[in-house]
T-cell receptor
Framework: EAEVAQSPRYKITEKSQAVAFWCDPI?????LYWYRQILGQGPELLVQ????????DSQLPKDRFSAERLKGVDSTLKIQPAELGDSAMYLC???????????FGAGTRLSVL | AQKVTQAQTEISVVEKEDVTLDCVYE???????LFWYKQPPSGELVFLIR??????QNEISGRYSWNFQKSTSSFNFTITASQVVDSAVYFC?????????????FGPGTSLSVIP
């Protein structure tokens, strides 16, 4: 069964360091999402791509976060510099089209010390 | 503004009991979608169901059933004869319908523990 791949599963870093997360969506899915999920809360959208273009990055803290999907397939989310408040689960999801059902990866759990 | 409320933060039931997870939503749109996702301890959100606002027919899938009532803006989820494997966090979510863009809004989740 096709799935969304994410790596790493866990990341521990120190404050002010740079971190990067990778996501490979289900093959053929044009829409890719990055969510942040703080413990005890629901996921919140950080950025949405349609192919290689950003559709919504209104909740992305652009002073420290960046995201790219250069060839319209896999994607990287970067944080530089990491802050203590960035500790959370970062989830990637994909859908066949913008209105489609979103399928999620297993996430990257980030701990900033 | 759109909003999803899941008033039950945590629920514990004994195996084989039935359990209902509540979801209340707010939207001004006439066309919208409602979702339920399951998040087991492994972390990934597993899609369970999508329902559009024009389809108020209740749905049953095995031990799972969903009750959609537009009159009360609720989309409740019932697990019949609960099992330990049902232990997870369950999220209700809402998205504007049609082809115009809008993001999915997730509720805060309900953590279900099924005790053997």
């Amino acid at each position: 069964e096709a799935e969304v791949a994410q790596s790493p599963r866990y990341k521990i870093t120190e404050k002010s360091q740079a971190v990067a997360f990778w996501c490979d969506p289900i093959s053929g899915h044009a829409t890719l999402y990055w969510y942040r999920q703080i413990l005890g809360q629901g996921p919140e959208l950080l950025v949405q791509f349609q192919d290689e273009s950003v559709v919504d990055d209104s909740q992305l803290p652009k002073d420290r976060f960046s995201a790219e999907r250069l060839k319209g397939v896999d994607s990287t989310l970067k944080i530089q510099p990491a802050e203590l408040g960035d500790s959370a689960m970062y989830l990637c999801a994909s859908s066949f089209r913008r209105e489609g059902i979103q399928y999620f990866g297993a996430g990257t759990r980030l701990s900033v010390l | 503004a759109q909003k999803v409320t899941q008033a039950q933060t945590e629920i514990s039931v004994v195996e084989k009991e039935d359990v209902t997870l509540d979801c209340v939503y707010e939207t001004r749109d006439t066309t919208y979608y409602l979702f339920w996702y399951k998040q087991p301890p492994s972390g990934e959100l597993v899609f369970l169901i999508r329902r559009n606002s024009f389809d108020e027919q209740n749905e049953i899938s095995g031990r799972y059933s969903w009750n959609f009532q537009k009159s009360t803006s609720s989309f409740n989820f019932t697990i019949t004869a609960s099992q330990v494997v049902d232990s997870a966090v369950y999220f209700c979510a809402l998205r504007k319908g049609g082809t115009s863009y809008d993001k999915v809004i997730f509720g805060p989740g309900t953590s279900l523990s099924v005790i053997p």
